[in-house]
């Protein structure tokens, strides 16, 4: 399984333009929790999930609309990459770094 656990940083590409959450995330067997700081303060991690190199949450977000989003991630190493996805609206490329 790949080093999930710790803190990251990303940045998801929007059609809004582009928006950081820095992320503190923890497993236990399959479960993901966490949360996500933004411009609008901490959110937590709904609906989490770690396999593998996998891993698969859920942001509901207050502002500047309400909205979901859910990402699909794949951890390499010390990188973060996958999508995000709000509604009907087309996915969002999503990079992350460790950061501790």
């Given amino acids: 399984m790949a080093?999930?656990?710790?803190?990251?940083a990303i940045e998801?590409?929007?059609?809004?333009g582009s928006r950081r959450y820095d992320l503190t995330l923890s497993v236990a067997g399959t479960?993901?929790?966490?949360?996500a700081v933004g411009a609008t303060g901490p959110?937590?991690?709904?609906?989490?999930?770690a396999a593998g190199d996998t891993?698969?949450?859920r942001l509901d977000l207050a502002a500047p609309?309400?909205?979901s989003l859910v990402f699909q991630m794949r951890v390499i190493g010390n990188r973060m990459t996958g999508?995000?996805?709000s509604g009907?609206?087309?996915?969002?490329?999503?990079?992350?770094?460790?950061?501790?």
């Fill in 3 to 8: 080093e999930i656990e710790g803190k990251w």
């Fill in 12 to 16: 998801v590409a929007t059609l809004a």
């Fill in 31 to 35: 479960t993901l929790t966490g949360t």
């Fill in 43 to 49: 959110v937590p991690i709904r609906n989490g999930t």
């Fill in 55 to 57: 891993v698969a949450f």
């Fill in 65 to 67: 609309l309400p909205t």
């Fill in 83 to 85: 999508t995000a996805q």
């Fill in 88 to 100: 009907p609206f087309p996915a969002s490329s999503v990079v992350g770094t460790r950061t501790g």
